[in-house]
């Protein structure tokens, strides 16, 4: 099966330039021939082919259905942006692969990357999410401090995963709820007053394990750990 994605609202809508190429050279798609859509809100959209053109393929809605997603959690990860921005975007399409709901990238005290162009990380969660079938895009917020963010209001667990010694529960037993929040922080860990800050704001300090990790794959494991409870 292939998926595409579109935000079109319309019964009949035109291709982007390059679909329109994809859908007909590669896939050798024609008239009377049908494509399947999602909207990333959770819609399989299934239109039929009226006009194939390499440039300016069109097609007609003919059924929508409602899919439910895959994960019957919601899972926000608040992750500092590494400084090798693939390893970054590694982790974006991985966490949309295995199951997330929502990232918002955190500027640290240690972190050595202050901006993320979301523009082009949204770009690997919709590839990501149409190559791994998936009917809902994961929300990407904008960066933003982490003094700031541990301030705002979350329904839900809160925990923080870091590197420095004292006591922490392992994900991995924590009682699974519908709501969860991780923070995951840069190379150079969370700084002390970061963690204080962090338990001070009712986050639970865990671990994911006896190996020092990676930023991404730290994230990686928050969410697949997640996925499987």
């Not at 972190?111 to 979301?118: A, F, G, H």
């Amino acid at each position: 099966m292939q998926l595409f994605f579109t935000e079109n609202t319309e019964n009949e809508f035109t291709l982007p330039s390059e679909e329109s190429k994809h859908i007909t050279k590669v896939l050798r798609k024609k008239e009377g021939d049908k494509i399947n859509f999602t909207d990333g809100k959770g819609n399989l959209i299934i239109a039929e082919i009226t006009t194939s053109d390499v440039r300016k393929t069109r097609v007609k809605v003919i059924e929508k259905i409602e899919k439910e997603k895959e994960h019957n959690y919601y899972l926000h990860i608040a992750i500092a942006p590494t400084k090798n921005m693939d390893r970054f975007k590694w982790f974006l399409e991985k966490a949309c692969e295995i199951g997330i709901d929502e990232i918002t990238p955190i500027i640290c005290d240690h972190s050595e990357r202050k901006v993320v162009k979301t523009e082009r990380c949204n770009r690997i969660l919709l590839s990501a999410m149409k190559q791994s079938l998936k009917y809902h895009l994961p929300k990407l917020n904008e960066a933003i401090s982490f003094k700031d963010f541990i301030k705002g209001d979350f329904d839900g667990s809160k925990y923080l995963a870091h590197c420095e010694d004292g006591k922490k529960l392992d994900l991995k037993t924590v009682s699974k709820t519908e709501k969860t929040l991780i923070l995951i922080g840069p190379e150079g860990d969370f700084s002390p007053t970061e963690i204080e800050n962090s338990i001070a704001n009712n986050y639970t300090p865990i671990s994911l394990g006896n190996s020092r990790l990676r930023t991404e794959t730290a994230g990686i494991i928050a969410v697949h750990t997640i996925n499987v409870k």
